[in-house]
């Protein structure tokens, strides 16, 4: 096994990846391969990472009456969304080797491409994880086991698609655990504020995840991959109904619990209306379509951090 990760061939882009992105670009051609494994063309699976913790460090500003969310705080999560999601990423491209190989939308993949080796990956993986282990001792000491905890989620996850209809539960479990980590970076400890704001990302996980799915759902069924996607159906849209309404309503129990004003409510307000808006136009049959209502999720995540935020800075005035 060769851990070489200088010499990479690159034979073409990904069929799922942005297209002329700057990975395609600008980046010298043994680098683009390790860059689609942690899929830097692809911002918006950071920014879902990114969310909850985002929102959780926002929520603990309105309950200590700080003007804003600590700023060093949401620098250190966005490095480490971005290092985590990458290194989740190239894990995930790991285990999945075998089914990639046979998904028209993912064989055109690095690891199953040929494009890198699984040393390479392995060393990459670990490279990254570095990178989010340098971020995670920032933090006191209880949020740094609370992060540790994390990795048992990310490490089963991609294993569930073979033995679960819910495979998206189990994402929300690990893409929602920042809703735990900006409040316990804040306060040492945990409240119900961030319990309930992780419940509500798991569930909003579990729909925009859903979503993703659509776009699989043929190769996923001759291949024996499980999903939501497939377990809903036709039912996908009153399925959204319920999960998007449960998210929004635990996420206002969240705002209601630091005792938030006007300003985080018309945020949570407006993104149930984008919401809804998702589940109104949403085609399951028109894969082009889910990926773009899919990645609408980063305004969603935008329209309720700034609510939060809002109302960080007015209660604090």
Known sequence: MSFK????????PVADAVKRHWVDTRLPPWARPYARLARWERPIGWWLLLWPCWWSAALAAIAAGS?????????????????MRGAGCTFNDLVDEDIDAR???????????????????KLFMALQALVGAAVLVQFNLFTILLGLASLLVVAIYPFMKRFTNWPQLFLGFAFSWGALMGWAAAFGR??????????????????????????????????????????????????LALLYGLATVLFMLAAALVDAGPFAFAGLAL??????WQIVVLDIDDPDQCLRLFRSNTTYGWIVFIGLCAEAVISAV
């Open 5 to 12: 990760i200088f010499g990479t061939q690159d034979t073409g």
């Open 67 to 83: 003007p804003w969310p600590n700023p060093w705080h949401l620098a250190l999560f966005l490095i480490g969304a971005v290092a």
């Open 103 to 121: 998904v028209e939308r993912t064989r055109s993949r690095p690891i199953p491409a040929g494009q890198v080796s699984r040393g390479q990956a």
């Open 190 to 239: 945990l409240d119900w504020a961030p319990i309930l704001l992780y419940a509500g990302g798991i569930a909003w996980t579990i729909g925009y995840d859903t979503i993703y799915a659509h776009q699989d759902k043929e190769d996923d069924a001759m291949v024996g991959v499980r999903s939501t996607a497939r377990l809903f159906g036709a039912w996908t849209k009153p399925a």
């Open 271 to 276: 993104g149930a209306v984008h919401l809804l």
